[in-house]
């Protein structure tokens, strides 16, 4: 079942993209859905495992009250020997960004094709196995260079990580992974959820602004610990963005010009296209004023207000921004797409907008 997240924080829009859908399976567990789609994963290293017998949770974005947050990858103790952990994914379906959460299960199932790294190749797990009750670590992508662990191979594994960091599967610009016939299987048996110490790390990373994406840009201080919900000893912070995550308007890039053709039966469709451009460019200007007074406005109320309240009144307020950027830029998108013809007319705008409280 899905559970809509508070209603405030969702924003209806039509796409008309045509996007690619997510398959649905009855025995999947879906917490939330939201219109907006996850930053790309970040770059960071792995820190080193504090024990053996960790199995390593890559990070992910979760979604709270002032937007996506990053909750850093960590080492966890496994609920039992020979449980492995399947990453949670963001999938696109019927317009919704949908949130599948991860469990352990004995082997790896399907997780979007999202490219999470350190083993977590969009497909399976390559960083170690069970053999009886002991964890074998792959040397190639763990990090286990401060803990004497004898149980150790070399497997070289071949990802795409450093090009594609997509975070969801599905939709506008999304993954088009499958799930194999394995992970079909793996989906439909007994999974055992996030532990109790891993609920404790994801809620404690939701507390801290510096993780939400509209305060660090994709670009987490904290993107990895060597233990959950420490995040004070042993850890790395990302050493570049996943990729572009637009907050205001003005991050977005140029509006494409229409293409230029002496072709008189394209001279309409040339003139829809030059009239939508100018309108745009004038709705991008409009909002990009709003949203600078909104800042100037920000920073003389909260003055005199402590740190921690003026980093929580900029998340709060640059949520709302990338919710009104994402929304005009998908609405622009879709508006472009739609001139297709000669004969075709430019569709008004969509209701549902967000605008200034």
Same mark, same amino acid.
């Given at each position: 079942?899905?559970?809509?997240?508070?209603?405030?924080?969702?924003?209806?829009?039509?796409?008309?993209?045509?996007?690619?859908?997510?398959?649905?399976? #009855?025995?999947?567990?879906?917490?939330?859905?939201?219109?907006?789609?996850?930053?790309?994963?970040?770059?960071?290293?792995?820190?080193?495992?504090?024990?053996?017998?960790?199995?390593?949770?890559?990070?992910?974005?979760?979604?709270?009250?002032?937007?996506?947050?990053?909750?850093?990858?960590?080492?966890?103790?496994?609920?039992?020997?020979?449980?492995?952990?399947?990453?949670?994914?963001?999938?696109?379906?019927?317009?919704?960004?949908?949130?599948?959460?991860?469990?352990?299960?004995?082997?790896?199932?399907?997780?979007?094709?999202?490219?999470?790294?350190?083993?977590?190749?969009?497909?399976?797990?390559?960083?170690?196995?069970?053999?009886?009750?002991?964890?074998?670590?792959?040397?190639?992508?763990?990090?286990?260079?401060?803990?004497?662990?004898?149980?150790?191979?070399?497997?070289?594994?071949?990802?795409?990580?450093?090009?594609?960091?997509?975070?969801?599967?599905?939709?506008?610009?999304?993954?088009? #992974?499958?799930?194999?016939?394995?992970?079909?299987?793996?989906?439909?048996?007994?999974?055992?959820?996030?532990?109790?110490?891993?609920?404790?790390?994801?809620?404690? #990373?939701?507390?801290?602004?510096?993780?939400?994406?509209?305060?660090?840009?994709?670009?987490?201080?904290?993107?990895?610990?060597?233990?959950?919900?420490?995040?004070?000893?042993?850890?790395?912070?990302?050493?570049?963005?996943?990729?572009?995550?637009?907050?205001?308007?003005?991050?977005?890039?140029?509006?494409?010009?229409?293409?230029?053709?002496?072709?008189?039966?394209?001279?309409?469709?040339?003139?829809?296209?030059?009239?939508?451009?100018?309108?745009?460019?004038?709705?991008?200007?409009?909002?990009?004023?709003?949203?600078?007074?909104?800042?100037?406005?920000?920073?003389?109320?909260?003055?005199?207000?402590?740190?921690?309240?003026?980093?929580?009144?900029?998340?709060?307020?640059? *949520?709302?921004?990338?919710?009104?950027?994402?929304?005009?830029?998908?609405?622009?998108?879709?508006?472009?797409?739609?001139?297709? #013809?000669?004969?075709? *007319?430019?569709?008004?705008?969509?209701?549902?907008?967000?605008?200034?409280?």
């Amino acid at each position: 079942m899905i559970k809509a997240p508070i209603a405030a924080l969702l924003i209806a829009t039509s796409l008309g993209l045509g996007a690619l859908a997510l398959p649905m399976t #009855a025995a999947a567990q879906f917490e939330f859905s939201v219109t907006i789609a996850p930053p790309p994963i970040p770059v960071y290293e792995q820190p080193p495992i504090p024990a053996p017998d960790y199995i390593w949770v890559p990070g992910y974005w979760y979604y709270g009250p002032y937007g996506y947050y990053w909750v850093p990858g960590t080492w966890v103790e496994p609920p039992s020997v020979g449980l492995l952990w399947t990453p949670g994914y963001w999938g696109w379906s019927e317009g919704f960004f949908v949130w599948s959460p991860g469990y352990w299960a004995p082997q790896v199932g399907f997780y979007g094709g999202v490219v999470y790294g350190f083993g977590y190749p969009g497909h399976g797990y390559e960083g170690g196995y069970w053999r009886g009750n002991r964890f074998y670590y792959n040397r190639e992508v763990t990090n286990i260079t401060n803990v004497q662990i004898q149980n150790v191979y070399s497997k070289t594994v071949v990802n795409n990580i450093t090009v594609n960091r997509v975070s969801y599967a599905g939709g506008p610009g999304g993954l088009t #992974a499958r799930p194999t016939t394995e992970e079909q299987r793996v989906i439909h048996e007994h999974h055992i959820s996030a532990t109790p110490v891993q609920v404790e790390h994801r809620s404690a #990373a939701g507390a801290r602004p510096e993780l939400v994406a509209s305060v660090n840009h994709g670009k987490p201080e904290i993107a990895a610990t060597s233990k959950p919900n420490d995040f004070q000893a042993h850890v790395t912070g990302a050493s570049r963005a996943g990729g572009p995550v637009p907050v205001h308007v003005r991050d977005l890039p140029a509006a494409p010009s229409p293409s230029k053709s002496a072709a008189s039966q394209e001279a309409e469709y040339q003139r829809q296209q030059s009239a939508l451009q100018t309108r745009h460019q004038q709705e991008r200007e409009s909002l990009a004023q709003m949203q600078e007074r909104d800042h100037a406005y920000l920073t003389q109320q909260h003055a005199n207000a402590n740190a921690q309240a003026q980093a929580q009144a900029q998340a709060a307020l640059e *949520h709302q921004h990338r919710q009104q950027t994402e929304f005009l830029q998908q609405r622009q998108v879709s508006e472009m797409q739609s001139v297709h #013809a000669p004969s075709a *007319h430019v569709p008004p705008a969509p209701r549902g907008e967000p605008t200034r409280p």
